[in-house]
């Protein structure tokens, strides 16, 4: 076979080029796990993939009786509640009063899943804003860092699941909230 660069490639090298170009996976397509519903799986006992750490969220998510009844409303900071722990795994019940937030942080070494279970939730990164409405999801890898607030006129609830377990949560000094504050 000729190396040179404007070779031209015979038709069998042309044609297994064209197969392996074409094919890709439904992430590359999606670009988001949460939009290839047929890959999201129930959960398991013991979730080991991102996909089961989603369906994980989404049992507890739908079964209200689990969560409902525990949660608190605080004028005064974020309420949580520690729902679950498992191998690897913790999941957090957390309550938002109008105007409450994050602050800009990530999850150190975890990764993560939020859901909005009532009301809603603004999810501020350097992307711009989100709008999180009851029952959205949003996927992140370790060192991903957002502002989650409360932009509503309504108290809202959350569920996060960190996977390992939230042992950071290093706070960033600005805001993608106040863009003023990203400003230079």
């Given at each position: ?95 938002w009063v ?10 150190g ?35 991903y ?36 504050a990203l400003?230079?």
């Amino acid at each position: 076979m000729n190396s040179t660069l404007n070779a031209t490639p015979t038709a069998p090298t042309t044609a297994a080029a064209t197969a392996s170009a074409s094919v890709e996976s439904d992430l590359q397509i999606a670009g988001d796990i949460l939009s290839v519903q047929h890959l999201l799986q129930p959960a398991r006992e013991h979730p080991a993939t991102v996909a089961e750490f989603v369906g994980l969220a989404r049992s507890i998510a739908a079964d209200r009786s689990e969560w409902e009844h525990l949660v608190r409303y605080d004028a005064t900071t974020r309420w949580y509640h520690r729902l679950r722990t498992g191998p690897g795994y913790e999941v957090w019940l957390l309550s938002w009063v109008p105007g409450q937030g994050s602050g800009l942080h990530d999850h150190g070494a975890s990764s993560g899943v939020l859901t909005v279970l009532d009301g809603e939730l603004t999810e501020h990164t350097a992307r711009g804003p989100l709008t999180l409405g009851a029952g959205s999801q949003r996927v992140f890898a370790p060192g991903y860092a957002h502002e989650v607030q409360n932009d509503s006129l309504d108290g809202a609830v959350s569920l996060h699941v960190y996977f390992p377990g939230l042992t950071r949560m290093p706070m960033h000094s600005c805001s993608p909230a106040r863009p003023e504050a990203l400003s230079v």
